[in-house]
């Protein structure tokens, strides 16, 4: 039995973030999730509610990760923090593909 | 992809038997065909036998060996010595077998967290550990102990850290990624406080996710491992293919 986690995901499209979520339940997973695409937003979240682990979006451009990442530090929160690294992002590896 | 030894173990005769019978014809050099038609055997039923399928006769075990130009008591010594995860107590896997998840993880105390995690997930998935880069390259590039692999088997994702002994992780990831065979692989890389540069260097490199890891090992061990690692397939199936596409195939998790 798994237990529920509780996922923050810091996206600024809520098509992608649906994705993500359905692909982790198609993983077995049950996730209790919001999603977050300011600092502000961020900052509340973070605020109001524990959560198990972040998931974030490298291209977005409201909020850059680093800005994300030391926010949930300076809060001495402890998540996992996961990176996730767009296709269609136009800087990504144009030599690799 | 469909094996028919999917539960030979190493722990298997039969399985240790096609172990020592492939690394054998490997040193010849010849191939399943050629080594079937110098022992007068079928090709598939070799192919049988190299995959742990067959419970072979005497007779046939004495073709193999004479084919070969060995004794028969060749097969049976390496029983013993087998070459088992070279990491160790860590995986239940041989070095040649078939392998979901690569990880990759250069903290011993990590690695067994996280193997544990995994399993109590209750996630099928066949985990190899190896604990330094040079290892890494070495089993995804079929050199030093995991010369007799076979080219075919790569994993499906590697959980690659990026603190390693004797290579870094981004060495391995460049090498990974500059090679046609493996650049398709979906790689996760795990960091603890990641640089900038190092994340924005894990992207120009085309992998799929950075996971930061927690300052407090468990908290990762216990959350990772439940999402199994389909999330990680998400860019490839992201935009350019739908979810039902078979490339989102492999059941990671």
């Not at chain 1, 800005?67 to 800087?91: C, E, N, Q």
């Not at chain 2, 088997?153 to 959980?159: E, G, S, T, V, W």
């Amino acid at each position: 039995m798994k237990r529920t986690l509780r996922m923050l995901i810091i996206e600024d499209s809520e098509e992608d973030a649906q994705f993500l979520v359905r692909r982790l339940e198609r993983g077995g997973s049950n996730p209790i999730w919001k999603r977050v695409d300011t600092l502000k937003s961020l900052r509340a979240a973070l605020a109001e509610e524990t959560w198990d682990i972040a998931f974030s979006d490298y291209s977005m451009q409201a909020l850059g990760i680093p800005d994300a990442l030391a926010l949930v530090k300076d809060r001495g929160l402890d998540l996992p923090f996961i990176v996730l690294f767009s296709t269609d992002d136009p800087g990504a590896g144009p030599a690799l593909r | 992809m469909i094996r028919l030894q999917t539960k030979a173990t190493r722990h298997d005769l039969k399985w240790s038997f096609a172990t020592a019978l492939r690394a054998c014809r490997g040193r010849l050099g010849i191939s399943q065909e050629e080594l079937a038609g110098r022992a007068g055997l079928h090709r598939t039923y070799v192919s049988d036998i190299e995959r742990g399928a067959r419970n072979l006769s005497l007779q046939s075990i004495d073709k193999l060996a004479k084919a070969l130009e060995i004794p028969v008591s060749t097969f049976f010594s390496r029983l013993n010595e087998l070459p088992q995860s070279a990491s160790g107590t860590f995986s239940t896997l041989a070095t040649d077998d078939w392998v979901d998840i690569l990880l990759v993880g250069g903290d011993r105390d990590d690695v067994k967290l996280t193997l544990r995690a995994f399993n109590n997930a209750n996630l099928a998935n066949r985990i190899y550990v190896v604990t330094d880069g040079v290892e890494a390259l070495d089993f995804l590039f079929r050199s030093g102990a995991y010369a007799h692999r076979w080219v075919g088997d790569r994993p499906k994702a590697i959980l690659l850290d990026l603190k390693l002994p004797k290579l870094s992780g981004l060495e391995v990831l460049r090498s990974i990624k500059a090679e046609p065979q493996t650049r398709m692989i979906p790689v996760v890389i795990l960091t603890e406080s990641p640089q900038d540069r190092e994340i924005a260097e894990c992207r120009r490199l085309g992998v799929e996710a950075c996971i930061v890891k927690p300052v407090d090992f468990l908290r990762f061990a216990m959350v990772i491992p439940q999402l199994g690692l389909q999330w990680a397939l998400l860019k490839s199936g992201s935009r350019a293919y739908s979810p039902d596409h078979p490339r989102a195939g492999p059941a990671l998790g």
